[in-house]
């Protein structure tokens, strides 16, 4: 089956941009979701496809496709984005998959 | 808005089955996959399975010998149900609204994305 590589965690100052990868063949097909999740809730979509943000997600967050690798990028980071962060793609045999998930920590 | 609302049994002994069922408020049953993920205590998501209005479905191959997703489209309810558990199935559980976006570029992209998901329900496996 297929996977999804993220960096365990990743620390970020005040008010600076942060960018969190993930990697794995899929993305090189289908391209990524992103899904924010704070201690005791449930995850949050925050970014899909190509450029497509959800309603009531702050402009801050975007994302990027290269090869195998989607990325997703917090310009001028807040206090409240502090959290985990998961990738997910679908994968060639119709099954669905999530990357490990990346600790986001705002300084 | 579009809700879903899960609930289930929380404590199971192994070897028992977990059964859990989804209701969704607010949305078109048909339109969409309806999927179940969980999360084992300070880990990361993983993806059980899903299902649509015609009762197709996709499984994980690692949980496929153990796992059923069937729905009942006249209460708009999916439901979950794993065999055999042990402490390894100990884990939050949430449903979700797996949806789809075809966008035209240069080419015909395709969006998988999880938009809405459920509150969680926790369950533990233990002797």
């Known amino acids: 089956s297929s996977e999804l590589i993220q960096d365990p965690a990743v620390s970020v100052a005040l008010g600076q941009t942060v960018r969190i990868t993930c990697q794995g063949d899929?993305?090189?097909?289908?391209?990524a979701s992103w899904y924010q999740q704070k201690p005791g809730q449930a995850p949050v979509l925050v970014f899909y496809?190509?450029?497509k943000r959800p309603s009531g997600i702050p402009d801050r967050f975007s994302g990027s496709s290269s090869g195998n690798t989607a990325s997703l990028t917090v310009t001028g980071a807040q206090a409240e984005d502090e959290a985990d962060y998961y990738c997910?793609?679908?994968?060639?045999?119709?099954?669905?998959?999530f990357g490990g998930g990346t600790k986001v920590t705002v300084l | 808005q579009v809700q879903l609302q899960q609930w289930g049994a929380g404590l199971l002994k192994p070897s028992e089955t977990l059964s859990l069922t989804c209701a969704v408020y607010?949305?078109?049953?048909?339109?969409?996959?309806w999927s179940w993920i969980r999360q084992p205590p300070g880990k990361g998501l993983e993806w059980i399975g899903e299902?649509?209005?015609?009762?197709?479905?996709n499984y994980n191959p690692s949980l496929k010998n153990r796992v059923t997703i069937s729905l009942d489209t006249s209460k708009s309810q999916f439901s979950l149900k794993l065999s055999s558990v042990t402490a390894a199935d100990t884990a939050v559980y949430y449903c979700?609204?797996?949806?789809?976006?075809?966008?035209?570029?240069?080419?015909?992209?395709?969006?998988?994305?999880?938009?809405?998901w459920g509150q969680g329900t926790t369950v533990s496996v233990s002797s």
């Open positions: 899929s993305l090189r097909t289908y391209y």
């Open positions: 607010g949305a078109s049953f048909s339109d969409y996959y």
């Open positions: 496809g190509k450029n």
């Open positions: 997910h793609s679908r994968d060639s045999s119709d099954n669905h998959v």
């Open positions: 299902i649509n209005h015609s009762g197709s479905a």
């Open positions: 979700a609204r797996r949806n789809f976006l075809m966008v035209i570029d240069i080419f015909y992209d395709y969006y998988y994305f999880m938009d809405v």
